[in-house]
Each structure stands twice: as structure tokens, then as C-alpha cells.
């Protein structure tokens, strides 16, 4: 099997005991790639596209962006919008991770381009062991370059 492919993970959590525990999950499946964490719907989107506090600075390496819907500022859907609208973002591989698990916001967020819709448990144990189902399959996937 070929190494493991280098990319940064950006989380857009706005809840601190989420990001933390998702974090920790990731790391208990052996994922060792970098994870940049922000709080809410814009600071994604500055982050994405090199702006606002991160003006100026420049990413080494692919990302994945997991996406909460449910945050302040700009919400999940708005910040899912606007990646796949952007020719610079619009090929990163977003992974809804949210506790909404409505058909019709699934629905939604694949017509505006997700990859992959997770709903989180709400239960500590399911939730932790989805987490590091995710890491495992984090592991083996081929993220494309952003060019």
C-alpha cells in the first residue's frame, strides 16, 4: 500500500467539546496530517482563501474541509456555497460533519457539492467511533491538488 498523502484538514467547528473530541478521534486512527481548527463560517472562508487573518499566508499542502452547518457568521451551507462557486476552492473535498439529519439539508448540501454527508451521533461512544471510522478512511483516500 502507498504512504499515507500529505493534506491539512481545516475543521469549521463552532463547538469546542465537538472539535476537541473530533481532534482526538482522528489522532486515535493514526491520522498524523495537520488540523487547523476555526469557530465559525467566515474564518473558513478566510482561511480557504487566504484572507482576513490569514491574509498573505500560503498552504504547502491539498486540503479536506470538515464542515459543521450550524455556526455562527456564515453557516455550513453558506461556506459550502461559496467553495464550490470559487474556481480556488472549488475542488476541495468537503465532508459535512453535523448533527442535522434531515433528508431534505442532505440533500441540499450534495446539490451544492459536498463529497460526503456524515451525520454525528449524539451518543460519546458512537460518536467517537465514527470519528475514527472517518480517520481511517481519511487514510486511504487521494485528495486532488487545488490547481
Known amino acids: 500500500m502507498s504512504e499515507a498523502q500529505d493534506f491539512t484538514i481545516l475543521l469549521a467547528e463552532d463547538n469546542p467539546g465537538h472539535a ?3 481532534e482526538k478521534n482522528l489522532r486515535r486512527a493514526n491520522l498524523a496530517n495537520d488540523i487547523i481548527t476555526v469557530r465559525d463560517g467566515q474564518q473558513a472562508l478566510d482561511y480557504l482563501l487566504s484572507q482576513g487573518e490569514y491574509a498573505g499566508s500560503k498552504r504547502d499542502s491539498p486540503l479536506v ?10 453557516d455550513g451551507y453558506q461556506v459550502l456555497e461559496h467553495m464550490k462557486e470559487d474556481k480556488r476552492t472549488k475542488r476541495i473535498p468537503v465532508i459535512i460533519l453535523t448533527t442535522t439529519d434531515d433528508e431534505r439539508e442532505v440533500a441540499r448540501c450534495y446539490d ?3 463529497s ?6 449524539v451518543e460519546y461512544e458512537a460518536f467517537s467511533a465514527a470519528i475514527r ?7 486511504i483516500v487521494t485528495i486532488p491538488s487545488e490547481e
Open 20 to 22: 476537541r473530541l473530533t
Open 65 to 74: 474541509v470538515l464542515l459543521d452547518l450550524n455556526m455562527p457568521v456564515l
Open 112 to 114: 451544492l457539492g459536498c
Open 116 to 121: 460526503v454527508y456524515i451525520t454525528k451521533p
Open 133 to 139: 471510522k472517518l480517520g481511517q478512511f481519511l487514510s
